[in-house]
């Protein structure tokens, strides 16, 4: 089933935008390609923050969009234990001054950024579940049938 939900894009639009502009900038992006992450998780993350024409058009499966903030949530786990302590070091390199203070202010809000984006991947969940459990009635709905889910919750806010 299609999800074609207005207030589903409009979160997935929002995540989009503060990916792109505050967690995978140009100054923090090429510490991003350090984390342990498969090609599949990236590719799901990707489709979760590029605007991508053909969801707008076709919308969302709730697969894809369970498989996505999986895929979000290992991201920001893993940014979480490998890039967060050591950003400031990692971007430490670079040309002109103005380069130079964008990127320590970068480095300096990395942790609240991912907490934006950590933030706006649980509000996509709770708006899913809800919209999947509507749809699927007395039905099993489908955020059930993905036990990796359970997990969603405490990858997002890093607790073990």
């Known amino acids: 089933m299609q999800v074609k939900d207005p207030d589903i894009s409009r979160i997935v639009e929002k995540i989009g935008d503060h990916f792109q502009n505050n967690v995978s900038n140009r100054f923090v992006r090429k510490?991003?390609?350090?984390?342990?992450?498969?090609?599949?998780?990236?590719?799901?993350?990707?489709?979760?923050?590029?605007?991508?024409?053909?969801?707008?058009?076709?919308g969302f499966t709730f697969?894809?969009?369970?498989?996505?903030?999986?895929?979000?949530?290992?991201?920001i786990q893993q940014a979480r234990q490998r890039l967060l302590p050591n950003i400031r070091g990692?971007?430490?390199?670079?040309?002109?001054?103005?380069?130079?203070?964008?990127?320590?202010?970068?480095?300096?809000?990395?942790?609240?950024n991912l907490t934006i984006f950590s933030d706006l991947v649980n509000e996509l969940y709770q708006k899913t579940v809800a919209l999947d459990r509507s749809f699927h009635g007395k039905n099993r709905p489908e955020f059930e049938r993905i036990p990796e889910l359970k997990d969603l919750g405490r990858m997002l806010v890093n607790e073990s």
Request: glycine share 4%.
């Open 63 to 75: 697969d894809d969009l369970y498989e996505m903030m999986l895929a979000a949530a290992h991201f």
């Open 31 to 58: 510490a991003l390609v350090t984390l342990d992450l498969q090609q599949s998780e990236w590719d799901r993350l990707e489709g979760l923050t590029a605007k991508s024409d053909y969801y707008k058009q076709n």
């Open 90 to 112: 990692m971007l430490a390199h670079g040309s002109t001054e103005k380069d130079r203070i964008l990127r320590d202010m970068a480095a300096q809000n990395f942790g609240a």
